[in-house]
Each structure stands twice: as structure tokens, then as C-alpha cells.
């Protein structure tokens, strides 16, 4: 079955430290790429997408992430995290032919230190 | 301001008993989604609906029933046969359910079974 993998449950950063969450996919279709974020007790927020062309995809709030196909992967990064950011991110998949099914990571949870 | 909204926020119930939980959106989105979302794990699907009168079951289908009388609403019941119904529940609606389509979150139901 097709799968997502998101093998960090838990992270904890200094604020303005540097972030990268990993995110890999089982091999597959084209997949189309997603990063959400979600504050506590509350619905997902859309970070950033990849579907086709450059593989470094620019996000809101500073965050970017990056295709390569070659390692299955599509990992978060920023490079100066904010207080603010402390959220649990869900990297998500969809498989073209896949019926349009968005498949969720099961999500890593960011602590960011003062 | 457009967007989805769901309600109520907080739901109990006694075991044995159906719920209803609402979604509406005025976002004139065409597809519509319900997710649930237990801790640890990603959200994963349960039914979707990508035009009125009209849904598919996702993954895990079993104990819920849904509806699509509207282009607006999209209520999701939870009936007794759902084993473990106690989890947190997630509506979404997209443009048109086209595998692209940024899927936008309402702010998710926590139902307690007691």
C-alpha cells in the first residue's frame, strides 16, 4: 500500500535555530506533495505544494521544501524558526490515479526553546 | 469571510447512541471531505463527496453514513456501529476534488464517547 512516512515524532529546536522535518513516500505514481500545520485543537493550514517544475517549493511563513525523487523525499526546512512555529506538521501525498486521496504522515510535533 | 465551519465544537455522547456532526462551507467548493484524526496518526479518510448527491467511502468508512442534499453542507453521522468513535474529526472542501486542489480545513469536532 502506498504510504507516507514521517519518521520524527517529536522535534525540539532553539528559537532561531534551523529546522528540516523529513518526509518520505512510498514509491509510486507521480505524487503531488503538501506540508500542513496544525495548532493545537485546531484545523490544518496549507504550507506549501509541489506538483511539477523546480523541486525547491517556497511556502508561507518562511518555510520551503524540497522534491527529490530519487530519495522519495519531500523534507520541511526553514532557517530561523520563530516561537510561533511550535505546531504539529503533517507532510501529505496524493498519487495521480490514486482517486485523488490525499494520504497524511502521521505528523511530527515541533517544540521551539526560548 | 469565507470559509468552513464546524459544530459544535466539543460533542459527548452515550455509547449506543448516533451523532451527527456539521460542516458548512461558503467557499462555493464543489468537494467536500471528512477526516478523522486520532492521536499519534495522520488524519486518514473517511468519506468524500466531489459533487452533490454523490460520495465515495474513504479508508475507513465503516460506522459513519454520510450526506451531499446540498453544494454547501456535508454532515457526517456517527452511527453505534462505529467501534471506537472517540477521536477528533476533521471537515475540508476543495475546489473541484481534482488531485491538485488545495484542500482548506475547518476547525475539526472532538467527539467523547462517555
Known amino acids: 500500500a502506498q504510504s507516507v512516512t514521517q519518521p520524527d515524532i517529536h522535534i525540539t529546536v532553539s528559537e532561531g535555530a534551523s529546522l528540516e522535518l523529513r518526509c518520505n513516500y512510498s514509491?509510486?505514481?507521480?505524487?503531488?506533495l503538501f506540508w500542513y500545520v496544525q495548532s493545537p485543537g485546531q484545523g490544518l493550514q496549507l504550507l506549501l505544494k509541489y506538483f511539477s517544475g523546480d523541486t525547491l517549493v517556497q511556502g508561507i511563513k518562511g518555510f520551503e521544501a524540497e522534491f527529490k525523487r530519487s530519495q522519495s523525499s519531500f523534507n520541511l526546512r526553514k532557517p530561523s524558526v520563530h516561537w510561533s512555529d511550535a505546531a504539529e506538521y503533517f507532510c501529505a501525498v496524493i498519487w495521480s490515479g490514486s482517486a485523488r486521496q490525499l494520504t497524511f504522515g502521521s505528523g511530527t510535533q515541533l517544540t521551539v526553546l526560548p | 469571510d469565507g470559509g468552513i465551519t464546524q459544530s459544535p465544537k466539543y460533542l459527548f455522547r452515550k455509547e449506543g447512541q448516533n451523532v451527527t456532526l456539521s460542516c458548512e462551507q461558503n467557499?462555493?467548493?464543489?468537494?467536500m471531505y471528512w477526516y478523522r484524526q486520532d492521536p499519534g496518526q495522520g488524519l486518514r479518510l473517511i468519506y468524500y463527496s466531489q459533487i452533490v448527491n454523490d460520495f465515495q467511502k474513504g479508508d475507513i468508512a465503516e460506522g459513519y453514513s454520510v450526506s451531499r442534499e446540498k453544494k454547501e453542507s456535508f454532515p457526517l453521522t456517527v452511527t453505534s456501529a462505529q467501534k471506537n468513535p472517540t477521536a477528533f474529526y476533521l471537515c475540508?472542501?476543495?475546489?473541484?476534488?481534482?488531485?491538485?486542489?488545495?484542500?482548506?480545513f475547518g476547525p475539526g469536532t472532538r467527539l467523547t464517547v462517555l
Open positions: 467557499l462555493n467548493h464543489d468537494a
Open positions: 514509491y509510486g505514481a507521480t505524487p503531488y
Open positions: 475540508a472542501s476543495s475546489t473541484s476534488g481534482g488531485a491538485g486542489d488545495e484542500q482548506f
